[in-house]
């Protein structure tokens, strides 16, 4: 069955260092998301990918990158972690615009 | 801001009864969906609503849509305990905009 994982799943790091945070689909959907999820701010998208070289900058991009190299992948790097950067992160995936979203179990991640 | 907002923020029912949950925006939209989100997972796709749709069912979810007044709601019918989860909206922009807005959630409990 076509799937969306997260890896890792929980993650502990510390101010100032670099993190990738991975995300794999196998539904072949072109469009991808990531968001974080705070309490008391619903889910804020970061960035998003409409194939395959295309990124785009979303609600709360700052300290966030993202590169899209095949459909498959959408790694989310935090150039340097700031403890404002503790959050839980999602990733989704969708076949159309505007459409289902699918979403990954989601990684959660503290910056000491 | 927040296109979409969920009301109440907490519902708490006994298992049988029906929970009504809101979704109020502020711009013209596309499309508005539901999501569930069980505790400490990703979010799960319920129902898909258009612009020119104003009921659709799927099971015992029923959601509607007043674009008169922007607002749409779900609801549970004969709820179970295993409906306990946050539930959120999130709306697609109509005008050229492909990303969507969540709201904040409405978290229910149902009591066994």
């Known amino acids: 069955d076509a799937e969306i994982t997260q890896s890792p799943r929980h993650k502990i790091t510390e101010t100032g260092r670099q993190v990738t945070l991975a995300c794999h689909q196998t539904w072949n959907h072109n469009n991808m998301f990531w968001y974080r999820q705070d309490l008391g701010h619903g889910l804020r998208l970061i960035h998003y990918s409409y194939g395959v070289h295309d990124t785009n900058k979303g609600e709360v991009s700052d300290g966030y990158s993202v590169s899209r190299s095949n459909t498959e992948d959408l790694p989310l790097t935090l150039e340097s972690a700031a403890s404002s950067q503790t959050s839980v992160y999602f990733c989704a995936s969708s076949v159309g615009l505007q459409e289902t979203q699918y979403f990954g179990p989601g990684t959660r991640l503290l910056v000491l | 801001s927040q296109q979409g907002e969920e009301d109440p923020q907490a519902l708490s029912i006994q298992e049988g009864e029906n929970a009504t949950m809101n979704c109020s925006y502020k711009?013209?939209?596309?499309?508005l969906q539901w999501y569930r989100q069980n505790s400490g997972r990703g979010l799960v796709h319920l129902i898909l609503?258009?612009?020119?749709?104003r009921e659709k069912h799927s099971g015992r979810l029923r959601v509607t849509l007043d674009t008169s007044k922007k607002s749409s709601s779900l609801l549970i019918t004969a709820s179970r305990a295993a409906d306990t989860a946050s539930y959120f909206c999130a709306t697609f922009a109509s005008g050229g905009s492909y990303i969507p807005t969540f709201g904040r959630g409405t978290s229910l409990i149902v009591h066994p």
């Open positions: 609503i258009r612009s020119n749709e």
């Open positions: 711009t013209s939209i596309n499309n």
